[in-house]
């Protein structure tokens, strides 16, 4: 990717589609068409979003669509919650488009169930993907307020305004804000080399891309902050180590501080080390995947 990665954004409520999705099997929900392709262009922005009725992931690897289709909407797995599998899942690229034209856009941008079940049966379908869970004991990170008075930091600001799905936006359908002021009011985030911004957001994602997105935690991040609702974020750090960075990358923020320091100094939180159960994803069988 071009060093940005997409945020994601949970829904509140369970989707409930409408009678072309419910009239499938609960078990076995499939796209209306799809298509995987090997992707031949080189180094991109890995990016999936569902908008319009179609999902389109480019230059993404089958653990991303992996992690994607078998976590939750608010909380993908990470790459370390998939175990098993040869090394080719992390490092081929794909491109995938697929419509399922009866599954409405979530208005916090993220992917609705009905889309993480029928993604669920396209990888088993062209990977012959096959799979357990299994719960391990793991080290793992707590997102926590990091000031006994409770104050947040100049970058974490409480969101007060309602988000609207980008298809909707695009075409100017917020009646009462207008068109304008809907582009400021879609959700979602991007993380790149020593920068995190999000809308919309809550503490649940926040931890989700830090342990998904951000080299160097490299943990489960659960949230303990105790804060409801939703937040705006604006995080920056500095990159300057080797295994934060690509080959081509150079340091990015030089004058920012650390992570672990930006976190407590502009948004007061902080992360607290310890073990817990995860929930791990394990590879029982998988192959290239079949032609469209």
Same mark, same amino acid.
């Given at each position: 990717m071009n060093s940005h990665l997409s945020l994601t954004i949970p829904t509140v409520t369970l989707l409930v589609c409408t009678t072309g999705v419910l009239a499938q099997d609960p078990q076995h929900l499939v796209f209306d068409v799809a298509s995987i392709k090997q992707n031949v262009a080189g180094s991109a922005s890995m990016r999936s979003t569902f908008q319009g009725r179609r999902f389109t /992931?480019?230059?993404?690897?089958?653990? +991303?669509?992996?992690?994607? +289709?078998?976590?939750?909407?608010?909380?993908?797995? +990470? !790459?370390?919650?998939?175990a098993g599998g040869p090394a080719w899942i992390a490092s081929d690229r794909f491109d995938l488009v697929a419509t399922a034209p009866d599954v409405p856009d979530s208005s916090r941008g993220t992917f609705p169930e009905a889309v993480l079940a029928m993604l669920r049966s396209l990888l088993e379908e062209r990977f012959h993907l096959r799979t357990h869970d299994e719960t391990r004991e793991l080290s793992q990170l707590a997102l926590v307020l990091a000031r006994s008075d409770g104050t947040l930091g100049p970058g974490?600001?409480?969101r007060s305004v309602e988000c609207v799905s980008a298809s909707s936006a695009a075409i100017?359908? !917020?009646?009462?804000?207008?068109?304008? /002021? #809907?582009?400021?009011?879609?959700?979602?985030? @991007?993380v790149g080399p020593g920068s995190l &911004? #999000?809308?919309? /957001? &809550?503490?649940?994602?926040? #931890?989700?891309?830090? /342990?998904?997105?951000?080299?160097?935690?490299? @943990?489960?991040?659960? !949230?303990?902050?105790g804060l409801a609702g939703t937040f705006d974020v604006d995080l920056t750090w500095n990159v300057e180590t080797p295994a934060q960075l690509n080959d081509a990358q150079s340091p990015q923020n030089p004058g920012a501080p650390s992570l672990f320091t930006a976190l407590r100094e502009q948004l007061g939180l902080k992360l607290e080390a310890g073990k817990g159960p995860v929930n791990i994803l394990v590879i029982d069988e998988v192959a290239p995947p079949t032609p469209d």
């Open positions: /992931a480019n230059y993404v690897t089958l653990k +991303a669509l992996m992690g994607t +289709a078998y976590g939750m909407p608010e909380r993908p797995l +990470a !790459d370390y919650q998939i974490l600001r409480r100017g359908r !917020d009646s009462v804000f207008g068109p304008t /002021a #809907a582009l400021r009011r879609i959700c979602g985030g @991007r &911004t #999000a809308t919309g /957001a &809550t503490m649940t994602n926040l #931890a989700s891309g830090l /342990a998904r997105f951000v080299p160097g935690v490299d @943990r489960v991040v659960v !949230d303990r902050t």
